[in-house]
C-alpha cells in the first residue's frame, strides 16, 4: 500500500526518471540560452570597441561620419562608404523589386499548375542556397570583365555591378515573401473581383496587390537588410576596399560599409580595429532602424480579414 | 415577348413549355403572365475528377423573378450556380458538359469571354468578402472595372439604395468597408454586385453568414431586386425560399434536379414524394 | 425582338466589352513570365559562366572559345585539380591541388555543425516542447536578431573577442599553441550564426507534429523528455534532417566571417588551432589581389567557385531529396 502510493509520488524509479527529465531540461534550456548569451557577447563586443574608439583613443564621430578612407586612422571616415552602400541599396532595390515582386505575382495568381511552375519554384529554393560569394563571381565574369564597346576596355568594377550582384542575391527572398503576402489574401476577396467581371489582372492590380503590399514591402525591407551587409559579393566585383570618395552614380567604382568594415578589421593596428567597431555599430544601427520600419509597416497596415 | 417563347421552344426538343405558359407570378410584384427566358440549361453535368456533381440539369430561369435552389448540403445547388457565370472556370479540375443557354447563348462556347460574362451575370458570396478599400471604391469597383466611370457618384448611391444601405453609409463612405457589421457587409457586396447593372445576380447562400435581423434585411432587398434584376439564389433555408422566390428548384442528393416549378405549387403540392418528404422535414 | 436579344447577348459575350482587358490581361502574363524566366536565367548563367571560365583554368581557353575552334593547351589537369595536396597559386612553382582549401573548409564546416546541430536541436526542442509564451516571445526574436547579423561583423568577433579573450587564453593555458587567425575561431562564429537555421526550421517540423501523438505516449506513462525524444524528434525528423543540412551547406559557403577567422594559409591539417584557408576565403584573397583577367589565378578563382557551387547545390539537392522521401503528412 505505501509503496504504491510512493510510486505516485514518484519514489523508486520514478525519482530518476524525474532527475532525467530535469537534465535534459536543463541541457534544453542551457542551449536556448547559449544564443542569447553569444548575442549579448557579440554586441557588448562591438558597442565596447566602439566607445573605447570613441572615448579613450579620441576617435571623433563626426569626423568619422563626414570623412572617408585614410591610411592614417584618425583620419579615417565612413562617409564614402555609407554614400556607396546607400546607392548599392537604392539600385538593389530597383532592380530586384518588380522583377521579384513580377515573379511572385505570375506564380502565385496567373501560373498554371504545371511543370513549368514547379521548375520555377524549385529553381527557387536552389537559388537562396546558392553562396553570396557565387553570386559576386558570376557578376565578376558576366558584367564587370564584359568587353565595354565605348572605352574599349571592360566595364569595370562599377557600383552597378555590385548592385547588379546583391539584387540577384536578394532576389529569392523577395519573391518568396511576396509569395506569402500575396497568399494571405483570401481567396474570396479574388472571386468577388472576378463575378464582378474583372480579368486576372484587373483582380490582381486593383484588389490583391493593394492588399497584399504592405507585407511585400515588410519581405523587401527584410531583404535589404540582408543585402547591405553582404560583403563577398562586393569584393568578388571588385569594390574598392578603402573608399576615398563617395561614387558619383552607377558606373563609378565604389566602396560600401561592409566592405570598409572588412578592410579595418582585417588591419593588424589596433586603432582600426575601433574604426572597424565604430563602423559596426553604425551598419547595426541602420539595420536596427530597417527592421523596425518593416515591423511597424506590417502592424500598421495589416489588413483583417475576418 | 412570345415570339421568344416559341423561339426556345423550337429549340427545346423536351416541349416543356406548356407549363411554363400557365405559370403565374405568385410573390413577386410583377404582372406579367409570360415569362421571358433568361438562363436555360440543357442535359448539364459538371465533374470534379471522377465525381459528377451535377447531372442532367434541364432548367429554365424566367427573367426579373427570383428563382430559388434548395436542396440538402451537396446536392450540387452551388454548383449549378457557379455554372451559370463560369465561376467554375475558377476551380482546377471542374469539367462542364451540356449547355448554359444565356438568351438563347451557350456561355460555354468557345467564342464567349467568361470575363464578358460576368459582366453580364452578377454574384454574391456565401461569406461577405468586400474589399479591403473604402465603402465608395468596393460599390464603384465594377463600374471601374467596366469603363464606366460616368456619374460615379450618383451611381454609387443608386446602388447603395437599391441595396438599402445608403442610409446607413451615406456619411462614412470613405470608411472601410471592413469597419462595417457581417449583415452591411453583405449588402456591400449587393450593391458592388448591382452596380455594374448587370442582367442577373446569382446569390450562393447570402444570408447564412448573418443573423435573423441581417437576414430579413437581406430577404426584403432581394424582392425588390426582381423588380429589376433575375435572381436566382441558393438556400438551405426553406422557408426563406419560400417567403421570396418565384421559382423553386429542388435538387437533392447526387445532383439531381428532383423537381421545378412556381414556388407556391413546390411548396403546398409537390409532384415527388421525395420532395415532399425533404420539405417536411423528413430527410436531408 | 427576342433574335435581336440574342444577338445582343452574343455581341455582348463575345465581342469588344472585355476585349482591351483582355489583350492587357494577355500582355501583362507575358510580361510576368518574362520576371519568371530571370530566375531561370540566373541559374543557367551561374552554370554557363562557371564552368565556362573555370573550363579555360584546365585548358587555357573557355569553353564557349573551345567550341569556337580555339586550340586547347592543357594547363592545370583536372586530376591534379581535384587529388593535389599542395595550393601554391602565387608560388614561383605554383600548385593547384584543390584539396588543402576543401580541407580547410571542411573542417569549419564540421566543427560548425558540432556547435550549431546540437545546440540547435536542443533550442528547438525547448520552444517547441517547453517553453512557455513569454519567454518563446523572447527567445524567438532573439534568434532571429543573430541570425539577420551581418556575416562580417561575425568576422570582427570572431579576431576581436573568440580568438585572444576566450580561445588563446583557455587553450594556451592547456598547453596548446594557437596562431591568430585559426580555424576554431571560425568554427565557433559560424556554428553561432548556423544556430538559428537549424533551431527554427526544426522547430516549425516539431511544432507541426499533432498533439494526439503526444496525448498517446503521455497516457502510456511517458515522460516529458521520453515524448520529447522517442515520439516527437522521430515524427519530424524529415524537417530536422533538413535544417542539417541547410546548416552545413551555410557553413560551406559561408565567405567573410571565415576568411577573418581562419586566415589565409592553405594546409591539410585537421588542428583546429592553426591558420588555414577555406576555398571562400581563397576566392575573397584572389578578388582583392587584382590578378589580370586571363592568368591562371584568375581562372582559378572560377575553378573553385565552380566547385563550390556544385558542392551547395548537391546539399540543396539532397535536401530537397530528404524533405520528399521522409515527409510526415498529418491531417
Not at chain 2, 111 to 120: G, K, Q, T, Y
Not at chain 2, 236 to 262: C, P, W, Y
Amino acid at each position: 500500500m505505501s509503496s504504491e502510493t510512493d510510486d505516485l509520488f514518484g519514489g523508486g524509479d520514478l525519482s530518476k526518471e524525474r532527475l532525467k527529465g530535469r537534465a535534459f531540461l536543463a541541457f534544453c534550456f542551457a542551449a536556448s540560452v547559449f544564443g542569447v548569451f553569444a548575442l549579448a557577447l557579440l554586441l557588448l563586443d562591438v558597442f565596447s570597441q566602439a566607445a573605447t574608439g570613441v572615448f579613450v583613443r579620441d576617435i571623433d564621430v563626426v569626423r568619422f561620419l563626414t570623412n572617408s578612407a585614410s591610411r592614417f586612422p584618425d583620419q579615417a571616415g565612413f562617409y564614402a562608404a555609407i554614400v556607396g552602400s546607400a546607392w548599392l541599396m537604392v539600385l538593389t532595390v530597383i532592380l530586384s523589386f518588380f522583377i521579384g515582386v513580377g515573379t511572385a505575382v505570375y506564380l502565385e495568381e496567373f501560373a498554371p499548375d504545371n511543370r513549368w511552375k514547379r521548375l520555377v519554384e524549385a529553381n527557387l529554393a536552389n537559388l537562396a542556397g546558392v553562396p553570396s560569394v557565387v553570386y559576386g563571381l558570376l557578376v565578376l565574369a558576366a558584367v564587370v570583365n564584359l568587353g565595354n564597346p565605348l572605352t574599349g576596355g571592360r566595364v569595370g568594377p562599377i557600383l552597378l555591378a555590385g548592385a547588379i550582384a546583391l539584387a540577384l542575391l536578394i532576389m529569392p527572398i523577395i519573391i518568396v515573401s511576396a509569395q506569402e503576402a500575396l497568399r494571405a489574401v483570401p481567396e474570396g476577396v479574388r472571386r468577388g473581383s472576378y463575378a464582378t467581371g474583372a480579368t486576372n489582372w484587373q483582380t490582381v492590380r486593383n484588389v490583391v496587390l493593394p492588399a497584399a503590399i504592405p507585407g511585400i514591402l515588410t519581405g523587401t525591407i527584410l531583404a535589404l537588410a540582408r543585402a547591405i551587409g553582404e560583403t563577398a559579393p562586393l569584393i568578388m566585383v571588385g569594390a574598392l576596399l578603402t573608399a576615398r570618395r563617395a561614387p558619383d552614380g552607377p558606373f563609378d567604382s565604389f566602396g560600401a560599409m561592409p566592405t570598409m568594415i572588412y578592410y579595418w578589421a582585417d588591419r593588424p593596428e589596433i586603432d582600426f580595429q575601433y574604426l572597424a567597431a565604430i563602423g559596426i555599430v553604425v551598419l547595426l544601427l541602420i539595420l536596427l532602424a530597417m527592421n523596425a520600419t518593416a515591423v511597424y509597416l506590417r502592424n500598421k497596415y495589416e489588413t483583417e480579414y475576418q | 415577348m412570345s415570339e421568344k417563347t416559341v423561339e426556345i421552344d423550337v429549340e427545346n426538343e423536351r416541349g416543356e413549355t406548356q407549363e411554363q405558359d400557365e405559370t403565374r407570378d405568385g410573390a413577386g410584384g410583377n404582372e406579367t403572365t409570360r415569362e421571358e427566358v433568361a438562363v436555360e440549361t440543357r442535359n448539364l453535368n459538371v465533374w470534379y475528377g471522377e465525381d459528377r456533381a451535377i447531372r442532367d440539369i434541364n432548367m429554365k430561369v424566367p427573367e426579373k423573378k427570383v428563382t430559388a435552389l434548395i436542396g440538402p448540403s451537396g446536392c450540387g445547388k452551388s454548383t449549378f450556380l457557379r455554372c451559370i457565370n463560369r465561376m467554375n472556370d475558377q476551380i482546377d479540375g471542374a469539367r462542364v458538359e451540356g449547355e448554359v443557354l444565356f438568351h438563347g447563348k451557350n456561355v460555354y462556347d468557345d467564342d464567349v469571354d467568361p470575363v464578358a460574362l460576368r459582366r453580364r451575370i452578377g454574384m454574391v458570396f456565401q461569406k461577405p468578402n468586400p474589399f479591403p478599400k473604402s465603402i465608395r471604391d468596393n460599390v464603384a469597383y465594377g463600374l471601374k472595372i467596366q469603363g464606366k466611370t460616368d456619374s460615379l457618384d450618383e451611381r454609387v448611391e443608386t446602388a447603395l439604395r437599391q441595396a438599402a444601405l445608403w442610409d446607413e453609409v451615406s456619411d462614412q463612405l470613405d470608411g472601410s468597408g471592413l469597419d462595417l457589421s457581417g449583415g452591411q457587409q453583405q449588402r456591400l457586396c449587393i450593391a458592388r454586385a448591382i452596380a455594374p447593372d448587370p442582367e442577373v445576380i446569382l446569390m450562393d447562400e447570402p444570408a447564412s453568414a448573418l443573423d435573423p435581423v441581417a437576414t430579413s434585411k437581406i430577404e426584403d432587398l432581394i424582392d425588390d431586386l426582381s423588380r429589376d434584376y433575375t435572381v436566382v439564389i441558393v438556400t438551405h433555408n426553406m422557408q426563406q425560399a419560400a417567403r421570396i422566390s418565384d421559382k423553386t428548384a429542388v435538387f437533392l442528393t447526387g445532383g439531381e434536379l428532383v423537381e421545378f416549378g412556381d414556388t407556391e405549387k413546390i411548396f403546398e403540392n409537390p409532384e415527388s414524394q421525395k420532395v415532399e418528404d425533404y420539405i417536411t422535414g423528413k430527410f436531408g | 425582338m427576342s433574335t435581336g436579344k440574342k444577338d445582343e447577348t452574343e455581341a455582348a459575350l463575345t465581342g469588344e466589352v472585355a476585349r482591351g482587358d483582355r489583350r492587357k490581361q494577355y500582355v501583362v502574363t507575358r510580361v510576368l513570365q518574362g520576371c519568371a524566366a530571370v530566375t531561370i536565367a540566373t541559374t543557367l548563367a551561374i552554370f554557363a559562366v562557371l564552368i565556362d571560365n573555370a573550363f579555360s583554368f584546365f585548358y587555357g581557353q573557355r569553353l564557349h572559345e573551345a567550341i569556337l575552334g580555339a586550340t586547347l593547351e592543357s594547363r592545370v589537369g583536372v586530376v591534379e585539380f581535384l587529388t593535389g595536396t599542395r595550393w601554391a597559386p602565387y608560388h614561383a612553382f605554383p600548385d593547384y591541388g584543390v584539396l588543402p582549401l576543401l580541407n580547410g573548409t571542411l573542417l569549419i564546416t564540421v566543427g560548425a555543425a558540432f556547435i550549431s546541430i546540437p545546440i540547435g536541436t536542443a533550442t528547438a526542442i525547448y520552444l517547441s516542447e517547453y517553453a512557455s509564451e513569454r519567454v518563446r516571445g523572447v527567445l524567438k526574436p532573439t534568434l532571429e536578431v543573430l541570425a539577420g547579423i551581418p556575416t562580417i561583423v561575425y568576422g570582427f568577433f570572431a579576431i576581436s573577442f573568440i580568438t585572444p579573450v576566450f580561445i588563446r587564453p583557455v587553450f594556451e593555458t592547456l598547453g596548446f599553441s594557437v596562431s591568430f587567425y585559426n580555424a576554431f575561431a571560425g568554427m565557433v562564429v559560424v556554428g553561432i550564426m548556423t544556430i538559428p537555421m537549424v533551431s527554427s526550421i526544426s522547430e516549425d517540423a516539431m511544432s507541426a507534429v499533432p498533439d494526439d501523438l503526444r496525448n498517446a505516449a503521455y497516457g502510456l506513462g511517458a515522460t516529458k523528455q521520453e515524448v520529447s525524444t522517442q515520439v516527437v524528434l522521430p515524427a519530424s525528423i524529415s524537417g530536422i534532417l533538413a535544417s542539417y543540412i541547410l546548416a552545413v551547406s551555410r557553413a560551406i559557403g559561408e565567405t567573410m566571417a571565415v576568411t577573418l577567422a581562419a586566415g589565409h594559409r592553405s594546409q591539410m591539417t585537421l588542428n583546429p588551432f592553426v591558420e588555414i584557408q577555406t576555398m571562400t576565403a581563397y576566392m575573397v584573397q584572389m578578388a582583392r589581389g587584382e590578378a589580370a583577367m586571363g592568368t591562371v589565378e584568375y581562372q582559378s578563382l572560377f575553378a573553385v567557385g565552380l566547385l563550390l557551387f556544385v558542392i551547395t547545390l548537391s546539399m540543396n539537392l539532397l535536401n530537397d531529396w530528404v524533405k520528399r522521401r521522409y515527409r510526415e503528412v498529418y491531417r
